[in-house]
Structure formats: C-alpha cells, structure tokens
C-alpha cells in the first residue's frame, strides 16, 4: 500500500478500493475508505486531519474500515439511498429475507456493524466538505443507489466515479449491475446494465477531463472509455430483449406530448404528467421513478430510487424554467417517490388534496401498502372536492375512491381539449374489437368500497372529457361508449361483491371492521400512546359496539374497554390511551390489537398495530 498522485493535490492510496485524498495544506477529504489503513499514513503527504469522508456506495470493500473514521471524529457522509446500509446495517442484517429469497442484488455485501454517518450528500448540488465544493451526482448502475463526486481542482474537472467504470472502459463486476431476479421487464436482470449505460452518458454531459474509478487506473479519456463500454453493454443488453433498447429517447426525448401543452414522461414509472403555463413553469402530474430501468427485488430502502433527469429535458426541450408543482393522484411511492427530491432540489411545492396530504405526511400513521418511506411535507392542502387555479388554468379536484381509498381525480381544459387525470383507477386499455377488457384496477388493501367504481363512472359521465390520462397506460380519447362501458363494469363489479360475500353481514370489501391509528409507532418506556379505533358496524341493525385493547404483559389502556351504540353500516372512532410500563423491555415491533364484539357477533382481534420500545 502506498500514495500514488493522480493529480495536483490528488492522492490515491491503494487498498481494498482505491482510497483518494484531496489536499489543502495540511487537511484533506478522502473518498471512499477502504480498510482505513490511509489514515496512518497522512503524515507521509504533510496531513495532519481528515475533515470528510464521502463515499460512492455502500459495498464493503469502500468502507469496511469506516468505525476508525468515526472513532476519529470525521465527518462521514453517504449516498442518500443506501444510508440505511451503514448506519444502520444491524437492522439490515437482522430483517435480510434469506429463505425463499428472489433479491439478488448485492446488498450482503455490506458492513458487518453499523457505523453512525454525519448525514447524506446532496444529490444534482454543490456542497463544501472541508476546503472543497464538491458535487454529487447520482451514478446508478453498479448499486442502484451509487453516487459520484466532481470536483474543480486547478483548473481541471475530476469526477470520482466508484465502480461505475472500470479504468480501461470496462466494469468492475457484472454481477453487482443485475439488481432483479429475471422477469418479465424488458431489462429483468439486466437493469443495472442498462442504468449503467444511462449513467455513463449523463456524467459525459458533466465534461469530466479525468475520471477516477474505485478500482483501475485513471481514465484520462471519458469519452474513449464510455464509447469502448456502452456498445457492448447494449449488445448484452440486447441479447435478451425482443427489441433494441434506446437509452438515446430515455435520455433525450423522455416526454411526448398528449397535447402542445400537456406532455407525458414516458421513462417514468409510474407516468407523469408535465402541464405547461405561457409563463416558462410547469405543473407536474405524480412524480415517481424517473428513467427507470426497471426495479431492483428488494423493497428496502436503498432498492427505490428516485431520480431527476427527464427534469433537464423540460427546460432544453420545452422551455421550462422551472417545476412549480407537483400534484400527487395518490399516496403511492411510484407516484410521489420523486416529490422531496423535486423540492429539494428545484423548489417544488406540492400541492395535494387533503385525504391524500394526511398519508403523505405521516405514512407511519396508516395501515396501507405503497408507502414511501419518508414523509413528504404539503405545501397547500386543496379542497377534497373543488377547484383550484394554478397559472392560466382552473384544474378540478375530484375525490376519487376505488383503486385506494386515498386518490383523487384532477380535471382541467388545455389547448382546447378537457383532460381528466385518472391515477390508477383503470387501466384505459379496452378495445372490443381486439378483445382487450377494461381492468378495474381495486386492490383490498387499499381500502375499496363496493360501489367506488360505479361512483367513478358517474363522475367521468359528469366531467366528460375528451381525453383521460392515466398512471401506467397511454392517453386515451374518450367516447360515448367507453363511459357506458365504465358504468357498466362498475355495476357488474359492485353486484359480484354483493352475491359473494355473505348477506346480512357487511363488512365492505376490506373484510374488517375495525382500523387501529398510528398503526406504526415508536416510544419510550414508560411513555403513553394515544390510539384511535376505528369501528364500523357490519350488522343490518344497530347493535352495541364492544372495543377491548388486547395489550404485550404489563402494558395498560385507558379505559380498559368502551362500548358504544352503532347503527347499522355506521362507522364510530373511539381513542384509549396505551401506557407502556417505564421497566418495560425495549422490542422491536411490539404486537397490540383491539378485540370486537358487535351485539352478540364476537369478531375477535380484527385490528392490530405495532410499537417500537426504545
């Protein structure tokens, strides 16, 4: 192991990944870590401190060695997707699927003890670690949540690329880039093949003059490099496709218009939607994973990505300054993945109805699948039902229960022609003459009611759009007979749900009939948890509705139980209070549950929540 200079006051030492140092008298900012073992020998370059450490991904091999930095008082700053691999790799370890298991990415090869990180680079922007501004750039393909770091240093641009790249325009491993099991994407088990590609080009646009890979020499010649690698990763990319892949339409034409001013992103998934003002901004439709290409096995954190490049092609192609608002249809991640990341970076405000703004913001409270893993913040709560301006345009707000409970429909009129956003209510496919059905898209989890799509259908009957566009399938025009059909389908929908499931006893579609908020929490011992049940009475007359807390050994609720007269289909929400004993042993996900009885119909423990004691 030695010191080998790549650069004026660029370092590399050579150990389990090639550790660089950049210098500034006698301080410096190493990128990646290694073993470590570089900072014994500092001294032997006139350093005295390390100020930063950045790392390009999580991979054991950039930072087995990372507790020594942290034990030294270094900042530590990691790529904002896998943070969870590092700081708290203990919980990775405990919870990985191992049986059974489908996820082939490479995230066991992670540290075997979490260390705590100062916090996370900030992705599309320049931030100063220690004496140098350094921008972070997201670099998918050798981890799906790989970074890179350009940095101006006497006059030259260096890019510190990872494992992106190997140093004579190869890739440092092949395995690591298949982050999926082989399906039925068009890129399954190839995805990192292709993000890698992608990736390639975009740090290109940046016009690096060195690269400086984690592992192999230097590359003095980016462009070489990326023309040697890309073609043959499109050809192993092609070899299982039924079609040639085009990352040059990902890239330069990711949006179509629908309209001169409504386009659609077609990289994206789930689609967004870009409305264009006169003014130079836009408004944007649910903003999920942009250029994706296809998603990693897992569903933790660091294998969902979300990613700003078709943002460029707003401003280059269609004179957009800047993204204004971001409207979600619902609370799904592959819908809103994106939204934080568009405020933080360009400003975007989100702007949401209100039963969709509520699960935005604390996705912990509920009990539903979908969930992005953080909150996102809502700038401007919109009416349920209403209209809203933005711009030149008066957009509708429609309440629109059916593929969850929590979406809306949002209807306005551009270039002439009246537009209806559906999100994921149908999939806008029928074609009788092909024999293409109409999929009502319900999933029970998400909380649909048995006459929700027959209420949608009266509504598109009500709005009468000329064009209706929709989360995962092209626009489409909208005849006469496309609303009867929705009517229809509705119907038909709500009669089977009613001559299947039992008579006399209506528990909806969900089959519960009761609902525990905050279905996630964390506490403390001794701390004391204010619980909201929801309670809906099933039966065709009113009953007393009984609600008993069945809590862990030692646990309490106040008061102990309730009852309360319910009419028939009427729904109550009834709090207890939960103490959690001060002696009480620190778990993880904690068990409790509210048992029912309805008259004399004992449904048992139909709601449970979670409790992290810590």
């Known amino acids: ?56 991904h999580h991979h054991r091999d950039q930072v087995q060695g990372l507790s020594r930095a942290a034990a030294r008082g270094i900042r530590i700053w990691v790529p904002p997707v896998e943070r969870h691999l590092i700081d708290d790799v203990d919980e990775h370890w405990r919870t990985r699927p191992l049986d059974n298991d489908y996820d082939v ?7 075997l003890w979490q260390v705590p990180v100062t916090g996370t680079v900030p992705e599309y922007r320049t931030r100063r670690f220690g004496a140098f501004d350094v921008c972070t750039l997201p670099l998918p393909g050798h981890t799906p949540g790989s970074v890179g770091y350009l940095v101006e240093l006497h006059g030259r641009r260096i890019a510190f690329t990872g494992d992106l790249i190997h140093g004579e325009g190869r890739v440092w491993s092949l395995a690591a880039t298949q982050w999926a099991y082989t399906g039925f994407h068009p890129n399954a088990g190839l995805e990192g093949v292709a993000a890698t590609v992608l990736s390639c080009r975009l740090l290109l646009r940046e016009r690096p003059d060195i690269l400086l890979p984690s592992h192999g020499e230097p590359v003095p010649d980016p462009e070489a490099a990326v023309a040697r690698l890309t073609p043959l990763l499109r050809e192993l990319l092609d070899s299982r496709r039924r079609t040639p892949w085009d990352p040059d339409a990902m890239l330069e034409r990711p949006w179509q218009h629908v309209t001169p001013h409504l386009l659609r992103n077609t990289t994206s998934v789930a689609q967004s939607y870009a409305l264009l003002s006169e003014q130079g901004v836009a408004l944007l439709l649910d ?3 942009d250029l994706t290409t296809g998603l990693p096995g897992g569903h933790d954190r660091s294998a969902r990505r979300p990613l700003l490049a078709s943002i460029e092609a707003l401003r280059r192609l269609h004179g957009v300054d800047r993204v204004e608002v971001a409207l979600p249809t619902h609370y799904h991640d592959d819908h809103v993945a994106g939204f934080n990341l568009l405020r933080e970076v360009h400003g975007t405000e989100v702007w949401s109805p209100g039963h969709i703004a509520d699960v935005l913001t604390a996705p912990g409270h509920w009990d539903l699948p979908c969930l992005w893993y953080e909150p996102i913040p809502v ?11 933005w711009r030149e345009y008066e957009i509708g707000v429609h309440d629109l229960p059916g593929h969850t409970l929590y979406a809306a429909a949002y209807s306005f009129t551009v270039d002439g022609r009246r537009v209806v956003a559906s999100g994921d209510q149908q999939n806008t496919a029928w074609d009788p003459a092909r024999g293409e059905p109409e999929i009502l898209n319900y999933q029970y989890r998400n909380r649909f009611r048995i006459d929700d799509f027959t209420r949608s259908a009266d509504l598109y009957r009500r709005l009468r759009p000329d064009i209706m566009i929709s989360g995962h399938w092209p626009p489409r025009e909208v005849t006469d007979a496309y609303l009867d059909m ?32 905050p279905y996630r929490s964390v506490l403390a011992p001794g701390d004391t948890l204010r619980v909201t049940v929801e309670a809906r009475n ?59 009885t309805v008259g004399q119909v004992a449904l048992g423990q139909q709601a449970e929540a979670l409790v992290s004691v810590r």
């Open 1 to 56: 192991m030695r010191w080998i200079q790549v650069g004026q006051d660029v370092y590399r030492w050579e150990d389990t990944c090639h550790v660089y140092l950049l210098r500034c008298a006698d301080e410096g900012v190493l990128i990646d870590f290694g073993s470590g073992e570089a900072l014994e020998h500092l001294s032997e370059l006139g350093v005295d401190r390390i100020t930063d450490v950045l790392v390009t």
């Open 379 to 389: 700038d401007c709560v919109l009416p349920g039902e209403g209209t809203f301006r």
């Open 486 to 517: 929705l009517a229809v389908e509705g119907h038909r929908l709500a009669r089977l749900h009613r001559e299947i499931l039992p008579s006399g006893f209506d528990a909806e579609a969900e089959g519960f009939s009761a609902r525990l908020s």
């Open 287 to 289: 903003f999920g994973y």
């Open 105 to 111: 990415r490479q995230d066991r090869f992670s540290l």
């Open 538 to 596: 099933p039966l065709p007359r009113a009953e007393v509705v009984r609600l008993l807390p069945v809590l862990p050994t030692g646990w309490s609720a106040e008061p102990a139980v309730r009852e309360v007269k319910v009419r028939a289909g009427e729904t109550v929400t009834e709090t207890f209070d939960i103490r959690i004993p001060a002696a009480g042993q620190r778990t993880p996900r904690q068990r409790f549950a509210v048992d029912m």
